[in-house]
């Protein structure tokens, strides 16, 4: 089943409501627990992450709704941008525990955030080498087309839901 187009309008609020959840959500989250303000690099990671996963990641998979050769080339960047806003996060809470002396990776919000995070890298390089509108070798090909859908959207929600 095709995907519908979405009105401009219909864009338009689901794209303010991501920018709006992400920016406010991500502020919020980095300033948890209450009273204590925002703390450097930790505070960085829920912000950057809220910011990369639902902000630009949200808005390029909302963006390629719309289809066409602009649009495509949007959701590239967005998706892009949004990944390496949550490399930074991934940085940030690397470094606090390093500063903190503490060992990585020991929930299991850790294990999926790592997972969902290498696992867009891949759907990222599959649409920069064969999906790009301009020199992807096998643009056409509906098989990468929707192995690169997919897994967008699977490591998306996943990221979503790891918070």
Request: hydrophobic share 40%; with cysteine; charged share 10%.
């Amino acid at each position: 089943m095709p995907s519908s187009k979405p009105s401009p309008a219909t864009y338009r609020n689901v794209l303010a409501c991501l920018s709006a959840f992400a920016l406010v959500g991500g502020y919020y989250a980095a300033t948890r627990p209450s009273g204590v303000g925002f703390r450097l690099p930790f505070s960085l990671h829920p912000l950057l992450m809220t910011i990369g996963f639902v902000g630009f990641m949200g808005s390029a998979h909302m963006t390629k709704k719309l289809g066409g050769y602009t649009n495509t080339k949007l959701h590239g960047y967005l998706a892009s941008a949004g990944l390496t806003l949550s490399f930074g996060g991934l940085y940030a809470i690397w470094r606090n525990k390093e500063n903190m002396g503490k060992e990585h990776i020991q929930s299991t919000h850790a294990y999926l955030g790592i997972v969902c995070l290498v696992g867009l890298v891949l759907p990222a390089l599959a649409g920069l080498v064969f999906l790009h509108p301009d020199f992807g070798f096998d643009k056409t090909n509906k098989s990468y087309r929707t192995a690169h859908k997919w897994a967008g959207r699977l490591f998306t929600a996943g990221g979503w839901v790891s918070c």
